[in-house]
């Protein structure tokens, strides 16, 4: 019965901050759709098939390049791959605002659909090269080297054996890939170039923030939020499992010669450098320089580093309790529940409580305290998994020894569970600080000229056409990103 109770205990602020609400949004959508119906509105259809058809491409693209990347990576060995995998897996976790700026610097004003193509394959590709690099660089090869020894060639044997094996892997990814470019806001708002990129994100911001149509704003959130849904359901209940092999690495697909594995070396390099060096390199340079001559006021850094601890604290310690009432459940049903922030953007979220607790919430305006709330909770994906490994890596043996010797739950956790979870809480901290950094969209939507945090200011500055000031802004939050991704490499190994 206690078990029970606390784990009624720990639903109840998912129930209040996220299903309640949500809810009450969709049934919002639902009771305007009547009175305005969303399919004979063409600025809506064009709305919804640009999100989508922008979403599926960029997911496509990020798809193939992750998916070469990692080809290039597992099966050929040159100088400076290892600094490319990590530089590489580091650009996902970069705000969005810092990498909007590198575009802009590197590609010029070229507003349109490549930049925002760029700019989501930027994000996207490291979640295809690390899933699949590692994939390969431990799976079972047996099929492969029968298929060779049969006529098979190269070609042949990747596409028929080993493609097979890597499609539930990339088709998850894709997923995922394709939820992240659907909710994507700031890319589209400063990479879009004009109205005519209006996407979902993008026309319920406008909806809240200009025309102050609740309705429509309400109608299209129930659109994006049943598609993601679907798409969340599809990611859950996929498999991506492989047979692994526990033996010597073969690279099958390696170049051969030396000269193949120059050339191999120069493309990895040169689509590197377009793709991801060449606009930090010149973001950074120019930022610099900006940022040793420019006057900056540094009251929203402490803004943005009080916002990150909160709601890295609050985050972590919520995943903590949702992880051990998780621990030794088969189904599973907490990491579930952690993980539908996936199918909802931040965005949605405030907009869906300040709907909900209209009452009460819009007295908050100007505090950090619903940016917090939101932010804890949309973190909940990337908080949790480190701390759901962490109690999987505790010996259920070591367990069940400290309790037949008569320790008590609380000195079990106290001396069995903590000296192995610490870490991983601490994992998830910096995970929960990484994301709230990088985050803008429910900032906009609820701060004030008063109080601002570091993205929404750099943001603000582009708005201005202040370049410098937002160069030299953006390059104080990429040092700051930079020493949360060195600890969190630290912490991860």
């Known amino acids: 019965m206690g078990r029970r109770a606390l ?25 305007s759709l009547p ?3 969303v399919f004979s509105d063409p600025f809506l259809i064009r709305v919804i098939a640009l999100t989508y058809g922008q979403a599926f491409l960029s997911a496509l693209l990020s798809g193939i390049v992750g998916g070469i990347a990692a080809i290039i990576y597992s099966e050929n060995h040159f100088l400076g791959r290892k600094f490319l995998w990590r530089v590489s897996l580091a650009c996902f976790s970069l705000p969005s605002i810092l990498v909007a700026l590198s575009m802009l610097e590197f ?50 044997c990747f596409w028929r054996v080993t493609a097979r094996k890597l499609w539930p892997i990339w088709g998850n990814c894709f997923v995922l ?22 996407t979902l994100e993008v026309a ?18 129930l659109i994006q939020i049943v598609v993601s849904f679907l798409f969340y359901a599809a990611l859950m209940g996929a498999s991506s499992t492989v047979r692994l092999d526990t033996g010597r690495f073969i690279p099958l697909y390696a170049a051969r010669s030396r000269l193949g594995r120059a050339r191999v070396a120069v493309l990895a390099f040169f689509g590197f450098f377009l793709l991801v060096v060449g606009p930090l390199g010149q973001f950074l340079g120019s930022g610099i320089f900006a940022l040793i001559h420019s006057s900056i006021d540094w009251a929203p850094l402490w803004t943005s580093i009080r916002l990150a601890l ?55 305006r100007g505090s950090l305290v619903p940016i917090l709330l939101v932010q804890s909770l949309a973190a909940l994906p990337l908080v949790m998994r480190p701390l759901q490994a962490g109690f999987e890596g505790i010996s259920p043996p070591l367990f069940l020894s400290a309790r037949s010797l008569g320790a008590n739950r609380v000195q079990v956790f106290k001396w069995v569970e903590w000296p192995i979870l610490w870490p991983f809480l601490l994992l998830g901290f910096l995970y929960g600080m990484t994301f709230s950094l ?37 390059t104080v939050l990429f040092l700051l990103t930079l020493g949360l991704q060195l600890l969190l490499s630290r912490w991860e190994r």
């Open 310 to 364: 909160g709601v890295g604290a609050l985050s972590s310690a919520y995943c903590l309790f949702l992880a051990k009432a998780d621990q030794g459940e088969k189904n599973r049903v907490f990491g579930l529940l952690a993980g539908l922030p996936l199918a909802i953007s931040p965005l949605l979220l405030l907009f869906s409580l300040t709907l909900f607790y209209s009452n009460w919430i819009l007295d908050l």
């Open 107 to 156: 590609w010029g004003p070229r507003y349109g659909w490549f930049l925002v193509l760029v700019a989501h394959v930027f994000f996207n590709f490291p979640l295809f090269l690390k899933s699949l690099g590692t994939a390969l660089l431990h799976l079972d090869r047996t099929e492969e080297m029968v298929a060779l020894s049969l006529g098979a060639s190269r070609w042949q």
């Open 7 to 31: 784990k009624l205990a720990l639903l109840l602020p998912l129930a209040l901050g996220l299903f309640f609400p949500v809810l009450f949004l969709l049934w919002r959508g639902f009771s």
């Open 204 to 221: 319920i911001y406008q909806a809240i923030k200009v025309d102050f149509d609740l309705s429509l704003a309400a109608r299209l959130a």
């Open 35 to 37: 009175s305005a119906p």
């Open 177 to 198: 890939a394709f939820l992240y470019c659907s909710s994507s806001f700031l890319l589209i708002l400063l990479l879009g170039g004009g109205p005519k990129f209006t």
């Open 438 to 474: 990088g985050e803008v969209g429910s900032v906009l939507l609820f701060l004030s000229e008063d109080l601002t945090t570091l993205p929404l200011e750099i943001f603000r500055s582009i708005g201005n056409y202040r370049w410098e000031l937002a160069g030299a802004l953006g």
